[in-house]
């Protein structure tokens, strides 16, 4: 059961909305996502993509970049492991489509293939490489550059010894990695002793100690490491999602290899991914990732690659506006889906397919899949919350459900569900084909990574941030590693009691056309950047209909002492809310957001009601 909060903080309303020409209402909007300084409600409003900031500003940038630039040029073998998830995927196309442009428009390389001239036998063992900038013969890359997507069941997370040892057999002279690699410090280090470069691209928290002098980070000892959250980088945006820190490497090497005019248009379709990524991550929309979705939206929307075009078709959203939404909800999943129940590699294949027919055969098994996985999902979930509820598990601070039956792609998305259940930390483990494995997802008052870091030695592998992490453990340590993570456990009761912060109490007569179009100047809404939420007691509920095929859906008019009224929506048990809305003779108080609603090409107002207190009981 929530509990409602008027959000209560101070300044001087009037005077910033007549500042930035917008209403006062929009100014305490903005004042409540704690933006004070004029620099950062500019950006929030007006910042374009100019805006962004110097990818140089990150650690260990440049000098990856000239690394890179110097290994191209040498014709040395590279390859890119990324990881199975969205973020995990763009960030490995990001690179793909970047480095090999730059192979591809690079001069005095020569292929050991093409190399007529070399008689030696010594040359057996020459790098390979491309012929230059106007090659007669283009997509020579192929020959330098690949990617591995390490699988979910076989490899886990990030960088293991096997995909190591594969490189090494493979030739490989060059990895870079992405969206992981931050935490493969004996990777790695097996990577040099095999005399194989690497290059660390990452966004996740970096792995510490404590020591008797505080905490000491443990940097891998790669070539370049390119982190955002190292403790030494002076990046002034820390919340960029690993497809981000892609795209930014490739405009660093772009930039260092003077190519970045030239390939304008790569760019455009690299930062498109970056945006997918940075929703797909469930990244806060904030500072810089507000500007990247913003824009990103319309380059995703715009862009020509035949795999992101047949997707958005298959799943019914051509023509249409795209929002955070769609990416999150619904062309997301089928990128994940394919990650979790069989190979992301298939993602990559849409991604690279030639021609829109070919892309559109791969969209429609990632939606069948998604499908799947949808079904699989609800009959774990109910498993879960079955053995959460009979066993005393929602008595834990933290809770942690073991089901061994459950395809361990799964455990995250469960987990999330579960966390929105009980509105606590959880933990969903599950067998994995060597011990246990698992998945978590934390809520705002619990840093996951940290928790997790305090009990390190029971984990076999671990990773992540404050909301969200992963983990490997040995067989039959699950009861420990509840015990063990529920000990070390400092939350309070109030902190599993869901907040609801509402900006303003505002009563529905202030609605307008002119008020909403005020509000849109906050889009895109997502995690960080929530849709604002308004309130007002005493209001009539009239003509309630429920609708939807789960009766989930229900519909009326809203009504103020007044008189004045709109439609209404809420989304929740349709039964239910009948029956408490005769109880309470129709009165209800309503924490909402106002939004046009199009329908058959007439736009109206409606109230999004986002949470509702019957008369005379307590918010539900």
Known sequence: MEKWYVEVKKADFDEIAHRFHISPVVARLLRNRDMTKDEEIQLFLNGTERDLHSPFLMKDMEKAAVLMKEFIESGKKIRIIGDYDIDGVCSAFILQKGLGYAIENVSNIVTKSENNDIEDESAENESYGIKGAGSKEPGKSREILDVVIPHRILDGYGLNDRLIEQAGKDGVEVIITCDNGIAASDQIAYAKKLGIHVIVTDHHEVPYEETAEGRKFLLPLADAVVDPKREDCGYPFKGICGGVVAYKFIQALFSVMVLDGVGKELLRECFAFAAFATVGDVMELTGENHIIVKYGLKAI????????????????????????????????????????????????????????????????????????????????????????????????????????????????????????????????????????????????????????????????????????????????????????????????????????????????????????????????????????????????????????????????????????????????????????????????????????????????????????????????
């Open 301 to 620: 929307a715009s862009c020509k690659n035949p795999g992101m075009q047949a997707l958005i078709e298959q799943c019914g959203l051509k023509d249409k506006e795209l929002s955070p939404y769609h990416l999150g909800f619904v062309l997301g999943p089928c990128f994940n889906a394919s990650g979790r129940l069989d190979s992301a590699d298939r993602v990559l294949e849409l991604l690279n397919a030639p021609t829109k027919r070919e892309a559109m055969t791969i969209a429609a098994e990632l939606k069948e899949l998604n499908a799947e996985r949808q079904d699989l999902t609800l009959k774990g979930l109910e498993e879960a919350v079955a053995l959460a509820e009979e066993s005393g598990l929602k008595k834990d601070k933290v809770l942690v459900v073991y089901l061994p039956e459950v395809h361990e792609s799964l455990a995250g998305i469960i987990a999330g569900k579960l966390r929105e259940r009980y509105c606590r930390p959880v933990f969903v483990l599950t067998d994995g084909e060597e011990g246990i494995k698992g998945s978590g997802r934390s809520i705002d008052a619990y840093h996951m990574f940290e928790e997790m870091t305090k009990i390190k030695d029971i984990f076999l592998k671990y990773g992540g941030h404050k909301l969200a992490a992963g983990l490997s453990l040995s067989k039959g340590t699950a009861e420990e590693f509840r015990r063990r993570i529920n000990e070390v456990c400092t939350l309070t009761e109030e902190d599993f009691v869901e907040r609801v912060m509402i900006d303003v109490p505002m009563p529905i007569d202030y609605i307008s056309e002119e008020l909403i179009s005020q509000l849109k100047y906050l889009e895109p809404y997502g995690n960080g950047n929530r849709k604002p939420l308004f309130a007002q007691k005493g209001l009539l509920f009239e003509n309630p209909k429920v609708l939807g095929k789960n009766g989930n859906v229900v519909k009326g008019r809203i009504r103020s002492s007044s008189g004045k009224g709109f439609d209404g929506i809420y989304f929740g048990d349709g039964g239910q809310f009948l029956e408490r809305l005769e109880r309470s003779r129709g009165i209800v108080d309503i924490v909402y957001t106002p939004e046009e609603n199009t329908y058959r090409g007439k736009t109206t107002v409606q109230v999004e009601i986002k949470y509702i207190k019957f008369s005379g009981e307590e918010a539900v």
